[in-house]
């Protein structure tokens, strides 16, 4: 044994004991760092919000609370980062991954889901009272329907309260219950006349008796939605004691902000048998990770500060990090197994995202195959707004009677992406092994003008096996402008931008881009209202291309007002610039479009078909007599981006190319970057690409390559240094690396980059910088 003098021995506990404070000095300057971002990227506007109360019951606003409280971030950089749901069935056990196999694995983890959920979201709850009192306050008859109304007291004293109304068909039970806010007394009298007891309580914005239990209950920090889940499960304790209750068959039910509480009212009380929650959004089915500007739902910025009372004031530390939050809504959804949950909601409603809806409910769906009872998850999307009609809320309780054994009504499982890439893979496992052995194609500079087409030519193949094999087509016989009332009706449900200034003309049904695309294009004009020309008699143009916005398509964008691609297009507008809008393929009106597009045309690709489309788009501009041919320009943002890039590669009309936080390398691709899987697996845009998932090394082009195709014409790229999709490190490497194309084709002025300390959403900023990037190109 090696024996240490007592001096040795204290020196070392020294050296440590200063190690282990520069440790801690450094975790604390880090999440200070981390403070200076976040308030920097969030939108602090809860103080003069109208549905925002005060946060806390010491704190009018965030900012408050953050004073107060001197609470920091966490460290981020000590924390994994889950890009995609954190998955269920798998937990961690010293530092390592598990799957749960058993029931009694999964019960441990609902804990620890419950602990996390309420550290984060929803706050602390206090424990169950052991005082409920009741008293009636009223009752009537309307025909053979009995209504009480009922007054809950319980806590210190008697304090706290709880209102009711219950609505008690005719006959003797015992009856299932079906509760709901004080908001859905319509819904409840639907219930009724399906033979429910109906259940109307006090905890919604109309009427909230929960409002005082912040006061009541000072040692919990449950917030106004975790409150009013809590003041439910207080009702239930009632209910449970009545001998025409059903206990075994209590519903709970809620629509946005009363439908996110149902949903918590169902994950934290196992008496509720069944939960409906219709267009709960963000904080209810929508998870937190896909709440972001890229996906153009209500983002987590949005809601805590629009509603900052309803979210704990630390979720909000998570903007623009959302891949690093322990827990996510998929997690909460899976506590309500082995019961029932439904989920409805407008597959076109502005602050959904129909697509991270599903991917929710697939995920939260495995532990209910796990305990046997898949059938008990479901979810009803519907057409329309925000708004539901009678229709809906019986579609509802058309459920609760199949799952509650009263009637047999047949249920349509009805998916818009039920695409899987295994099936995908196993359906082409064939090709698997080519595609394996193809040799990637690098960069080689500097080179000869030979090699340099050669090369370009071998990379623009591989760009094309990527897309697939587009199917034999024929062009449009006549692109033209269509009357205003023949626009689809969906459109009328998703809005459009509104550019002030412009002449506004719309492109099909009839005389539709290539196949049978709408478009609308936003046209300058001078102060006479004609069409504002350039001196050389023509219009130059940017076809813009959107994000991930399933629900809506270019409809809305990105912005704190909710106005982001209106003023982004009023911007380039008033410089002059014609700009042409469409739904990419499989987004907003053309969702649908391809739900079943890999059964239709297995050897091609969505990538493919929004590269084949923005080019149609790009024939069709042509044929306008207006547009300058030579002067056609790509603005891609995101999702869009990635598809400018693929187009301007593939096709020498496109003029110039701006895009906005676009791409994270492929053959950087790793398990916080999923650059590969993101596009193969999540949304099924570039199944090829998935063969790689584990070798991204051997992808047979990156973008690099793909870049060295657009060479030597004008390119902005923006790629923010905050956003969590893309390693910053590895696109500074390839656009590095494309630069010196650039620079062998003497053009390396052509290349722009731009880094904003920023996450992934086009800023006022970059507007002007991306319309003086188009303005200094188009007059060269």
Known sequence: ????????????????????????????????????????????????????????????????????????????????????????????????????????????????????????????????????????????????????????????????????????????????????????????????????????????????????????????????????????????????????????????????????????????????AAVVSSSCGTGGITPWRMSDPQHTNQTLDDITSNAAHWFHPRLRFFFGREDKLPIDQNLLIALIAPRNVLFQYSTAEQQLNPWANEQCYYSARKVFELMGVADRIALAPRMGEHAVAARDVEQCIDFLDTRFGRRNIPWQRNLFFDFRYTEWAAAHKRDSVDALNKKPLHLQVPATTASLKKQKDDILENIQWLLGTEPSGVKPDLVAVTEPSRVDWMDRITGRPVVKGTKTEYIGPYTAIGDHIAATIYYPTDSSGAKKLRSNGKIPVIIYLHQYAYAHGYAHGYSTERQGNSKLFQTMTDQGFAVMALDLFGFGTRMQEATYFYKRFPEWSKMGKIVSDTRACIDALETFEVIDKDRIFLLGNTLGGQAALLTAAMDQRVAGIATVAAFSPWRASDSRYESIRSLSDWHGLLPRLGWYAHRPQQVPVDYAEIISCITPRPLLVIAPEMDRYSNIKAVRSELALAKKVYHEHQAAENLRTYFPLEINRITLDMHARITDFFNEVSIK
């Open 1 to 272: 044994m090696v024996k240490y003098s007592k001096f040795r021995i204290t020196s070392l506990l020294l050296i440590l004991g200063l190690s282990g404070q520069l440790a801690a000095q450094s975790q604390i300057s880090r999440r200070q760092q981390y403070l200076q971002e976040s308030l920097r990227i969030n939108e602090p506007k809860d103080h003069r919000h109208p549905i925002s109360r005060r946060v806390t019951i010491q704190d009018s606003t965030w900012l408050d609370w953050l004073h107060r409280t001197n609470e920091l971030p966490p460290d981020f950089s000590q924390m994994p980062s889950i890009p995609f749901l954190p998955d269920p069935l798998t937990t961690q056990r010293n530092g390592k991954s598990y799957a749960i196999k058993t029931v009694d694995e999964w019960n441990i983890r609902r804990q620890w889901i419950k602990r996390q959920f309420q550290h984060w979201v929803s706050g602390t709850v206090p424990p169950a009272p052991d005082n409920v009192k009741a008293r009636t306050l009223s009752e009537k008859t309307e025909g053979s329907t009995k209504i009480q109304m009922i007054e809950l007291t319980f806590g210190k004293d008697g304090q706290a309260k709880m209102t009711f109304e219950l609505m008690i068909p005719a006959g003797t039970g015992p009856f299932p219950v079906y509760m709901t806010p004080w908001t859905h007394r319509n819904w409840a009298q639907l219930a009724v006349r399906r033979g429910y007891m109906a259940c109307v309580y006090a905890g919604a914005d109309s009427r909230d008796d929960t409002q005082a239990y912040q006061a009541l209950y000072p040692a919990y920090d449950f917030t106004a939605l975790m409150r009013r889940a809590w003041g439910a499960s207080r009702v239930i304790d009632y209910l449970v004691t009545r001998r025409d209750v059903n206990s075994a068959q209590i519903a709970i039910s809620g629509h946005s902000r009363n439908g996110k509480q149902a949903l918590w009212a169902g994950a934290f009380d196992e008496r509720i």
